[in-house]
């Protein structure tokens, strides 16, 4: 099984920054690859940025350029450094994990970002 705990959310106006961070534990396959999904009031949840334990990086169009995902593979953890925000990346943001091969999704509790124009 694998546990992943976020933190960093809150509210911020326009044009600020927040960082958020995703500590996960438990089955180290099932944390090859890391990331972060955005769901903003009465939508899907969609993509946000993925990180593989290899470094290879995927981002949402919507966020290149604001948006930086790391980790940290002694820890486990994966970053979001969130720039330049703006009022439709409201929303709560989830920490997602998935093995090399697929399958299974494991999700974190979510955390809430709220910009303010």
């Known amino acids: 099984q694998v546990q992943l705990v976020e933190s960093g959310g809150g509210l911020v106006q326009a044009g600020g920054s927040l960082r958020l961070s995703c500590a996960g534990s438990g089955n180290t396959f099932m944390l090859y690859q890391m990331g972060w999904f955005h769901q903003a009031p009465g939508k899907r949840r969609e993509l946000v940025a993925t990180?593989?334990?290899?470094?290879?990086?995927v981002y949402a169009d919507s966020v290149k350029g604001r948006f930086t995902i790391s980790r940290d593979g002694a820890k486990n953890t994966v970053y979001l450094q969130m720039n330049s925000l703006k009022p439709e990346d409201t929303g709560v943001y989830y920490c997602?994990?998935?093995?090399?091969?697929?399958?299974?999704?494991?999700w974190g509790q979510g955390t809430q970002v709220t910009v303010s124009s």
């Open positions: 997602n994990s998935r093995s090399q091969l697929g399958g299974r999704d494991f």
């Open positions: 990180i593989s334990a290899v470094g290879s990086i």
